[in-house]
């Protein structure tokens, strides 16, 4: 929960850019105005901006190499926006295997104390059931919680990187129709 929590203070930072912004970034950059194409691509809270000013480097080389640029970065992006997400997942996986494991000790307590004392008083017996249902019980409470977050957490970092990837491609087809020769 506590890296669910984490990981979601990260992504909530995130803001989508206005529809204008890469308008804006690509005016500059064809007024040859570097500066405030960079100063444009940086004043957005979102991983397209550390895209676009990793481009903005490579404009002059044309927009094949800018485009080869936005992929390598959208490397990088991808994992950055994925950390932790697997380590969620893992728990998600583990805790009812763990709260299975309980469970057979439990069960097995109750099994040893059954070939002791038998089965004719109930209190003895109660004991393991109770260490089995209890663990059984904290695997689901753990896992069923980290599922869901990680289901949310994925589905939205999949968006992100889905938009940063149109952002960037909208800004080198942009580049494109300022060098038709490209």
Same mark, same amino acid.
């Given at each position: ?135 059984? +019980? ?28 149109? +952002? ?15």
């Amino acid at each position: 929960v506590i890296c669910g929590l984490i990981k979601f203070a990260q992504i909530v930072r995130i803001r989508t850019p206005r529809p204008d912004w890469v308008a804006g970034i690509l005016a500059s950059v064809r007024d040859d105005d570097q500066e405030k194409a960079a100063s444009l691509a940086a004043s957005v809270p979102h991983p397209a901006a550390e895209v676009l000013e990793r481009c903005l480097n490579y404009v002059k080389a044309g927009p094949d190499v800018a485009e080869e640029v936005l992929y390598e970065q959208l490397i990088g992006i991808q994992d950055r926006l994925q950390s932790w997400l697997p380590f969620i997942a893992i728990t998600a996986a583990t805790a009812p295997l763990l709260g299975l494991l309980g469970t057979v000790a439990g069960m097995i307590r109750t099994f040893n104390v059954i070939t002791v004392s038998g089965t004719g008083d109930p209190k003895p017996l109660a004991g393991g059931i109770s260490e089995a249902l209890v663990t059984t +019980l904290f695997g689901l409470v753990v896992a069923i919680p980290a599922l869901i977050i990680h289901a949310l957490l994925a589905r939205r970092c999949q968006g992100i990187i889905q938009n940063t990837e149109k +952002l960037g491609l909208t800004f080198i087809n942009g580049l494109r129709l300022k060098n038709p020769k490209s």
